[in-house]
């Protein structure tokens, strides 16, 4: 059976008809101390329970809703509880950087084995290499990407002129391979300098990008900074159209209209966080890594 949370009901959909199970859609309410109230639906005694939830904005209470919905199945008797959490929010605090600093990612994995879950399936968590799970769970872990499955929508929707994938940063060039090998295009990656919170400069490495299409994939875009740059640099070295393909659109403030401002062909995104911009589902690569 598959359990929506309120911020992945869609994508809970999409996986249960995949997986041609059961969907079940849990009552929710918010009380006016901010409190939430969880309710199941359907009885899970004696079933396998998979509870998808997305921790994006508001974190707080999407983490609240999942470790309820977990505790409820467990508690409610199902056999196996499954948590899968498409964008796993906290994730970036993975050490401590300053003494005294808590260590987020750490934290929230113990809720969420705490709360009962028998295993976790995540979707591109960052700052992880791709497919490697954080080592801070004591349940079987699960790194999932949907680099392939997002160069494969751009390559199938658009009539690319001798397409390069291109990682906007070293800590990109995973992503870069693995969506370049999905549609058989050049790739590499570009070297990156911080400068401040929402400051970087790039400098392109060594690939002749002129009259050539261009996909920067990421898994993750927030103030869209790095990629802005990116795509100034290599609209500069005479690339043809340039596409934006990532995991997660978290894009805050005007951060997309700041993309699209650049001229960029098209911007393409998963629903891990749904939104105007998430055209690619995850729910392919999910039931495929539940049904194994």
Same mark, same amino acid.
């Given at each position: ?6 911020? /992945? ?16 859609? $849990? %009552? ?15 009885? !899970? ?6 509870? !998808? ?28 509880? /499954? ?22 990612? %750490? ?5 969420? =084995?705490?709360?009962? +879950? ?14 490697? /799970? $954080? ?5 079987? +872990? ?16 658009? /009539? ?40 970087? %400069? ?8 002129? %009259? ?16 802005? =740059? ?24 005007? @951060? ?12 393409? +995104? ?15 690569? !999910?039931?495929? @890594?539940?049904?194994?």
């Amino acid at each position: 059976m598959i359990v929506g949370g309120s911020a /992945s009901e869609n994508l809970a959909e999409k996986i249960s008809e995949r997986m041609d199970c059961d969907l079940s859609i $849990p %009552e929710f309410e918010k009380f006016p101390d901010g409190e939430v109230y969880v309710r199941l639906t359907d009885d !899970v005694e004696g079933e396998d329970v998979v509870v !998808v939830q997305s921790t994006c904005y508001p974190p707080n209470q999407n983490y609240m809703e999942l470790f309820l919905l977990l505790d409820v199945a467990r508690d409610s008797g199902a056999e196996q509880v /499954s948590a899968v959490v498409p964008y796993f929010g906290y994730g970036r605090q993975d050490k401590r950087f300053e003494s005294g600093e808590a260590v987020s990612l %750490e934290t929230v994995a113990n809720l969420i =084995e705490c709360s009962g +879950a028998d295993e976790v399936y995540m979707m591109d968590i960052h700052p992880q290499p791709i497919e490697r /799970s $954080p080592e801070v769970f004591d349940i079987p +872990a699960h790194n999932l990407t949907a680099a392939d499955i997002l160069a494969e929508y751009i390559d199938q929707n658009y /009539s690319l002129s001798n397409p390069v994938v291109f990682g906007p940063d070293s800590g990109a060039e995973e992503w870069a391979k693995r969506a370049g090998e999905a549609i058989g295009a050049d790739w590499d990656y570009m070297t990156k300098k911080r400068l401040g919170p929402e400051e970087v %400069e790039i400098t392109p490495r060594e690939i002749n990008v002129e %009259e050539r299409d261009v996909i920067i994939v990421d898994d993750i875009i927030s103030t869209g900074g790095t990629m802005r =740059e990116a795509i100034d640099i290599l609209k500069s070295h005479g690339s043809n159209d340039v596409f934006i393909a990532c995991t997660h659109p978290v894009l805050v403030d005007d @951060a997309l209209d700041k993309l699209r401002d650049t001229g960029v062909k098209d911007i393409v +995104a998963t629903d891990t966080i749904e939104g105007e911009v998430s055209k690619v589902s995850i729910a392919s690569v !999910v039931s495929e @890594a539940l049904s194994q």
